[in-house]
């Protein structure tokens, strides 16, 4: 038998590090070739790292949400043969230096030191240490259900509980919260006794009414895609002085148009020719990439610690979209190349690649301005973040029925806010409204969309 190690692979051009955000195996778990073993995020994209040969998790080198450099150590097995240990890692050509951390060499003796009092240091539960500590659950004596559970000083409010890993395994076991179990031990360390007595109290131990305080406080490490949104809020807010305009918008003739194309069908009706269902988006990334032909200042990246601004030409829209593991934004690529009905079926590509976690970093990057959009639940107004270091970022929300004076009489019209965001080191106030009032004409005179000249 010999020992394998596995290094953080290369997960994409330019990524020196990895976020480690999932393992699925532990040690101990026996593992075929090609096996899950971990999964990795850089820049909103995750990666699933497989295993290369088969065999039996030895050692795991990193804890979820900690940062990885490509080519570390991540696991270590054992398997059939030699292994890769002293013979150069997978990948590897210098098994020297490197092996040296996924298997470390004896260190040279050190001069003689004073004794000291021994430290009982509390080691990670291996399977044969869960085994033994099922064993001596098992065996430990419980107390009589009128004996009291406590005779040591009680916690503080929310502290820690002090209890030995075959304890917290029989409490998680019997889905018992061991914050709620009082100690006898020094210190308040809750032994067996005091998990078997209060187990034998059933589970209205310590209530006196039917209402009970809960002092449960959850620690969620903030790690994977959630942590990357974190960090781009904060740099976006720390670095942009936003400035939000707000301008309500008529969309009545672009419902009735939008309605009527999707009840069109395309000219042959043959195979292939399927259109996709028009939402509103298509129609405002148009009438954004006419807005922006006519200020290209808007279409634009600053680097701030350069002190440059670049101007694109190509309109790069992000659309903001929300997804179980939390907010992505995929990127339409040359907006201003696609018609109406390709926008649509581009949207919708990468909205569902997003869904379903299959987004590439390339559709995940590159965007030169933003749309936001929460859909029915947009609410009527709402101050959007840019998308750092984007310089505008346009933001939908609800559209409602409303009753609107036409000079003689009240009617009821489809109203619709826009609420977007610009940066105002860059971006003037007048010049932002510019923007927004010309989006807005266009989408209150859809026709106008389609007018070129």
Same mark, same amino acid.
């Given at each position: ?70 080519? %570390? #150590?991540? @696991? /270590? *097995?054992?398997?059939?043969?030699? &292994? ?6 997978? !990948? ?71 209890? %030995? #890993?075959? @304890? /917290? *395994?029989?409490?998680?076991?019997? &889905? ?6 009082? !100690? ?76 009527? *194309? ?192």
């Amino acid at each position: 038998m010999g020992e394998h190690v596995i290094r953080l692979p290369d997960v994409g051009e330019g990524v020196a590090e990895a976020e480690l955000v999932e393992w699925h195996v532990k040690v101990g778990d026996m593992v075929r070739e090609d096996a899950v073993l971990a999964a990795v995020m850089t820049d909103k994209a995750t990666v699933e790292i497989p295993s290369p040969v088969e065999g039996e998790i030895l050692w795991l080198g990193a804890e979820i949400g900690e940062t990885v450099a490509i080519g %570390s #150590p991540i @696991v /270590r *097995l054992k398997v059939a043969g030699e &292994g890769n240990v002293g013979q150069g890692d997978v !990948g590897q050509s210098d098994g020297g230096e490197r092996d040296a951390v996924a298997k470390p060499q004896a260190a040279p003796e050190a001069p003689a030191q004073p004794r000291q009092p021994a430290v009982a240091v509390q080691k990670p539960a291996t399977p044969a240490t869960v085994v033994e500590s099922r064993k001596e659950a098992a065996s430990a004596p419980t107390r009589p259900s009128g004996v009291r559970g406590s005779t040591g000083a009680p916690r503080k409010e929310g502290e820690r509980p002090l209890a %030995s #890993p075959a @304890v /917290r *395994l029989r409490a998680r076991e019997a &889905g018992i919260d061991l914050r709620q179990v009082s !100690g006898s031990g020094p210190a308040g360390r809750i032994g067996h006794d005091d998990l078997g007595a209060f187990i034998a109290r059933g589970p209205q131990a310590g209530k006196v009414s039917g209402l009970a305080r809960n002092t449960k406080v959850d620690e969620i490490k903030v790690v994977g895609l959630r942590r990357k949104i974190a960090e781009k809020m904060q740099l976006a807010k720390a670095r942009i002085p936003h400035i939000t305009y707000v301008e309500e918008v008529d969309v009545t003739a672009l419902e009735e148009l939008r309605t009527g *194309l999707n009840k069109q069908k395309p000219a042959g009706g043959g195979v292939g020719t399927e259109r996709p269902k028009l939402t509103l988006l298509p129609f405002l990334m148009r009438a954004m990439v006419r807005a922006i032909a006519e200020q290209p200042q808007l279409n634009a990246l600053y680097d701030d610690d350069a002190g440059i601004i670049r101007q694109y030409g190509g309109v790069h829209i992000g659309i903001a979209a929300q997804t179980a593991n939390g907010l992505v934004v995929p990127v339409v690529k040359h907006a201003e190349a696609l018609d109406l009905w390709e926008s649509g079926a581009e949207l919708n590509r990468l909205a569902e690649a997003a869904k379903s976690g299959t987004a590439t970093r390339e559709e995940l990057s590159g965007s030169t301005i933003t749309i936001t959009s929460l859909g029915a639940m947009g609410g009527v107004v709402t101050t959007p973040v840019i998308n750092y270091p984007e310089v505008a970022i346009i933001g939908v929300n609800k559209m409602t029925v409303r009753p609107m004076w036409d000079g003689s009489q009240f009617v009821p019209r489809k109203m619709m806010n826009l609420s977007s965001s610009f940066d105002h080191r860059v971006i003037d106030g007048w010049d932002a409204a510019v923007f927004v009032q010309r989006i807005k004409a266009l989408l209150e005179t859809p026709a106008m969309i389609f007018v070129e000249g």
